[in-house]
């Protein structure tokens, strides 16, 4: 593992998705977006085979550990405990937390994907690393998304999660500031990153947001 | 886990498949079948969510585990560790051998499938425990299969075994005899079990024939 649980800059959250990557290269889109200043990198890939996947996490996991960027994998724990990832995420249909937990051991990180104070509330009691809160806007990466919860729905689940909180759904630079301004940690991204042209510039311009929106709230607190 | 590895009867070695089950009940399909003379249970579903596979999972490997037979689980190391299976059959598209057994330690079982003598060699060398030959023959249960080797070519490939061996791919209660002459420890089954309306008369029916088959080899040695 490339970090300490302590020490994650969870601001900007890039997950990797075939669909939005095309025909270029995974590994070469990666690592512009970690030039650019991704802070985490999830790898999420859902129709590979087990050893095709394990092959791109391998790969995956050492450009992370380069950027010194943890390197987290979506749903699938042998995957993980495969390439050494730094820990998974999970949804509500994947492994149950307390298994994965007992697979992962203390160190590695457990994110979960919430979408109400009851989910909250489990993934917390169950020990979560960090929350993932979903959706904040409609987004076309996960058709199957939930009803958004808007800025408001952000804030007010905010109030109940004590562990790190990032924010995913339809999240770009034309809303970063109202979400940050929600409170969470940082921000997801998907389409937003990968899906550009120049994911290392996108990166970039997302970061240079984040920094205003945060020096901003530092020299004007409310 | 409830076997040890030496003490395996690979005889009648049956497979899951939801698309054989239909509406059915997985749970008491399964049962019959145990009752009708399983001596193996490999779990496979592809489609399910993670959750689904390890709910399935627990379910199965607590009756498996009730009638005294081993439990593997296909290709997901995650569910197999997460429910205590017995082992896992890998693939050639599955996790590397030398991962796996890295994941699973020395004591779980892992088979492999293999169809040619480069991947027999290979999986032995990497401390496979069993190895399942494939295809005999044509099957409709996994339509992307290779060329079946027939049971001259299974004759050919099993003289360059030395660990426990099935065959798998088209068996059933007419070709039985043949394919247990070639010297298989024992045959793999799909439709032949699960799929038929009476999975525990199927089973018995095989393991009957077996029985005769072996006797009479032992009775009159060629």
């Given at each position: 593992?490339?970090?300490?649980k302590r020490?994650?800059?969870?601001?900007?959250?890039?997950?990797?998705?075939?669909?939005?990557?095309?025909?270029?290269?995974?590994?070469?889109?990666?690592e512009a977006?970690l030039?650019g200043?991704t802070t985490?990198l999830?790898?999420?890939?859902?129709?590979?085979?087990?050893?095709?996947?394990?092959?791109?996490?391998?790969?995956?996991?050492a450009?992370?550990?380069?950027?010194?960027v943890?390197?987290?994998?979506?749903d699938?724990?042998?995957v993980?405990l495969?390439?050494?990832?730094?820990?998974?995420h999970?949804?509500?249909?994947?492994?149950?937390?307390?298994t994965?937990r007992?697979?992962?051991?203390?160190?590695?990180?457990?994110?979960i994907?919430?979408?109400?104070?009851?989910?909250?509330?489990?993934a917390?009691?169950g020990?979560?690393?960090?929350?993932?809160?979903?959706?904040?806007?409609?987004?076309?990466?996960?058709?199957d998304?939930?009803?958004?919860m808007?800025?408001?729905g952000?804030?007010k689940?905010?109030?109940?999660?004590t562990?790190?909180?990032?924010?995913?759904?339809?999240i770009?630079?034309?809303?970063?500031?109202?979400?940050?301004?929600a409170g969470?940690?940082?921000?997801?991204?998907?389409?937003?990153?990968l899906?550009?042209?120049?994911?290392e510039?996108?990166?970039?311009t997302?970061?240079?947001l984040?920094?205003e929106v945060?020096?901003?709230?530092?020299?004007k607190?409310?």
């Amino acid at each position: 593992m490339s970090c300490s649980k302590r020490l994650v800059d969870w601001s900007l959250y890039v997950i990797t998705d075939a669909g939005v990557i095309g025909a270029r290269s995974l590994l070469e889109v990666v690592e512009a977006a970690l030039r650019g200043g991704t802070t985490v990198l999830q790898y999420r890939e859902k129709k590979k085979t087990t050893r095709g996947m394990v092959e791109e996490a391998v790969a995956l996991s050492a450009l992370c550990r380069r950027y010194g960027v943890p390197f987290l994998v979506n749903d699938r724990i042998d995957v993980a405990l495969a390439v050494e990832a730094d820990g998974v995420h999970l949804g509500q249909d994947d492994m149950p937390l307390e298994t994965a937990r007992r697979l992962l051991g203390p160190h590695r990180l457990i994110g979960i994907t919430v979408h109400n104070r009851e989910e909250i509330e489990e993934a917390q009691r169950g020990g979560a690393d960090y929350l993932s809160l979903a959706p904040v806007f409609a987004t076309a990466t996960k058709p199957d998304h939930q009803t958004p919860m808007g800025v408001d729905g952000l804030k007010k689940l905010l109030a109940e999660v004590t562990c790190p909180a990032v924010a995913i759904g339809g999240i770009n630079a034309d809303n970063l500031a109202q979400v940050l301004g929600a409170g969470v940690d940082g921000v997801c991204v998907v389409s937003a990153v990968l899906g550009r042209d120049d994911p290392e510039n996108a990166a970039r311009t997302l970061r240079r947001l984040m920094d205003e929106v945060r020096r901003h709230r530092i020299e004007k607190p409310q």
